[in-house]
């Protein structure tokens, strides 16, 4: 997370992702973190060399049935979501709208199964609009600011095959008012536009880290009518 970085980390991220919101190119500034990391996992906050504990919880206690389904893991880092998946047996795509990091997952897992492919959330291709019958949404939405909020979580909704399931992983926030960041956590009303895209909420898990109890983690699992 953003605040277990150093401070000088934390910002540059703040420096990086104000530039590009003042260029109006909100999400252009996580290939510039990729590049300048030059190959050091350790400059990019969110890369912990493993997948996502709570992803990775959810799969232990859902042990979904990979094999003849297809998976999408959006702004998918250096790859351990993506590769968790795969290992049980879905086929896999992950996408990140960084070039440089894209490299980095095809380096670190050479003969992997996932298609990793570059790809904006807020232009996405066509093909992939209700395809995939599990989508995992990690912690991207939070990193756009809330003027394109919308649009991601409706890009994030139409990924979702009729009858698949999305997994929302996220921040929250008690207060609709806007929050500093990044990340900016999600609200109440921002969540509630997956139920309006058809996405029926199944469990909601609140995580509390003893690091920084104060922020509400959500896991969220939803099903696409």
């Known amino acids: 997370m953003f605040e277990e970085q150093p401070q000088q980390l934390r910002q540059k991220v703040q420096q990086l992702a104000t530039e590009a919101i003042e260029s109006s190119q909100p999400s252009a500034w996580f290939e510039v973190l990729y590049a300048d990391a030059g190959g050091d996992a350790s400059q990019v906050p969110w890369a912990k060399l493993a997948p996502h504990p709570y992803l990775q919880d959810w799969l232990s206690l859902r042990q979904p049935e990979g094999q003849g389904h297809s998976a999408l893991v959006i702004g998918c880092g250096l790859g351990d979501d993506a590769q968790a998946l795969c290992e049980l047996g879905f086929q896999v795509t992950a996408f990140d709208i960084s070039p440089t990091a894209i490299a980095w997952c095809k380096r670190r897992f050479p003969d992997s199964t996932v298609n990793y492919a570059i790809a904006d959330l ?104």
């Not at 756009?144 to 929250?172: C, E, H, N, Y």
């Not at 009303?189 to 104060?214: D, K, M, N, Y």
Request: glycine residues 4%.
């Open 122 to 225: 807020l232009a996405l291709p066509p093909q992939w609009q209700n395809t995939f019958d599990l989508v995992i949404e990690s912690r991207n939405i939070q990193a756009l600011p809330l003027d394109v909020r919308s649009q991601a979580i409706k890009s994030v909704g139409s990924m979702v095959a009729p009858m698949g399931t999305l997994l929302v992983i996220a921040r929250f926030r008690e207060q609709e008012a806007p929050p500093s960041g990044p990340p900016w956590p999600l609200s109440a009303s921002e969540l509630a536009q997956f139920s309006r895209l058809g996405l029926q909420e199944i469990q909601r898990v609140t995580f509390l880290e003893p690091e920084h109890p104060e922020i509400q983690q959500l896991r969220i699992e939803y099903h696409k009518r």
